[in-house]
């Protein structure tokens, strides 16, 4: 599978963001999902995952009541709406898939999309 992470830009800090994750050459039903970010000169982290039925997520505390995850398997997409952004979510972020049940961690990624930029003004 191949993904593609889009709709990045440049928002003020309380605005919202949606990304979406587009996937190819075979369905996602078997993955788990992540969405991950790298700051500059940090290490990328793991922001949000959902497993492979939509029915469970893990999600990061500092974006606890303000991001919210989604999987769409039918066409093959997972969307990161973001919600009153911060600052310091400016970022490249980018969406992963695995087939590990250790979804929550970033080592366990097979798949890496190329990723979007963030950017929050304050």
């Known amino acids: 599978v191949q993904l593609q992470a889009s709709g990045g830009g440049l928002v003020q800090a309380g605005d919202s963001l949606r990304l979406s994750c587009a996937a190819s050459?075979?369905?996602?039903?078997?993955?788990?999902m992540g969405w991950f970010r790298q700051a500059p000169g940090k290490e990328r982290e793991i922001v949000m995952s959902?497993?492979?039925?939509?029915?469970?997520?893990y999600y990061v505390d500092s974006v606890k009541g303000r991001f919210t995850m989604s999987r769409d398997n039918a066409n093959n997409r997972m969307y990161l709406q973001m919600n009153n952004m911060l600052p310091e979510g400016t970022a490249i972020y980018y969406c992963?898939?695995?087939?590990?049940?250790?979804?929550?961690?970033?080592?366990?990624?097979?798949?890496w999309g190329q990723g979007t930029q963030v950017t929050v003004s304050s």
């Open positions: 050459g075979r369905t996602i039903r078997p993955y788990h």
């Open positions: 959902i497993n492979r039925s939509g029915a469970s997520r």
């Open positions: 992963a898939a695995t087939t590990s049940v250790l979804y929550s961690s970033r080592d366990h990624y097979q798949v």
